[in-house]
C-alpha cells in the first residue's frame, strides 16, 4: 500500500465532511484482521460513490462504458503510460500498467478504485443488479 498516493486521492477526490476518516479507515493494515476488515469497508464505502466522491470533478459517470473506452478517455486527459495504483478490498492493491489495472477492476465484481495521476481517477462501484457505476474523474 502506498499511503501518499492513497491520501492524495483522498483528499483531491473525496468530499471533505469525510476525508480524515477515510484516511483513517484506510491506514488500518496490518496483518490483524479486524484492521483489514476496516481499510476494506474505507474502499467499500464506494459502492455508494455519488455520496463521497466530489461531484465538480466528475468526467465521466456512466453504466454501460467499457473497458476500450475507459482506456481512450483516460489516455485523452493525461499521460498513462506511467504505472497507475489500484486499491480494492480482495485483488492486489498496488501499481500497474494502466490496461492491466482496468482490466482487474472490471473482472473484478466488488469496488475498484485506480489512481492514474494526482489528477485523473478512475472509481468502478460494486457489481449488484446490472453494470456497475463507472466514474472517471479529473481534477481540472
Do not use: W
Not at 4 to 14: A, G, L
Not at 59 to 80: A, G, P, R
Request: net charge positive.
Amino acid at each position: 500500500m502506498d499511503m501518499v498516493v492513497e491520501e492524495k486521492f483522498v483528499r483531491t477526490f473525496i468530499d471533505k465532511r469525510i476525508q480524515d476518516r477515510i484516511i483513517f479507515e484506510l491506514t488500518h493494515n496490518d496483518r490483524k484482521k479486524k484492521n483489514y476488515e476496516i481499510r476494506d469497508y474505507a474502499i467499500s464505502r464506494f459502492a455508494n460513490a455519488d455520496n463521497y466522491l466530489k461531484t465538480q470533478y466528475f468526467y465521466l459517470k456512466d453504466k454501460n462504458i467499457n473497458i476500450d473506452e475507459v482506456e481512450k478517455e483516460i489516455k485523452k486527459l493525461c499521460n498513462s503510460s506511467k504505472q497507475c495504483y489500484i486499491m480494492g478490498t480482495v485483488h492486489d492493491t498496488g501499481f500497474f500498467p494502466l490496461r492491466k489495472a482496468l482490466e482487474i477492476s472490471f473482472d473484478y465484481l466488488g469496488v475498484s478504485i485506480i489512481i492514474v495521476s494526482d489528477t485523473v481517477a478512475f472509481v468502478k462501484t460494486e457489481t449488484s443488479f446490472g453494470s456497475p457505476t463507472k466514474y472517471i474523474l479529473r481534477k481540472v
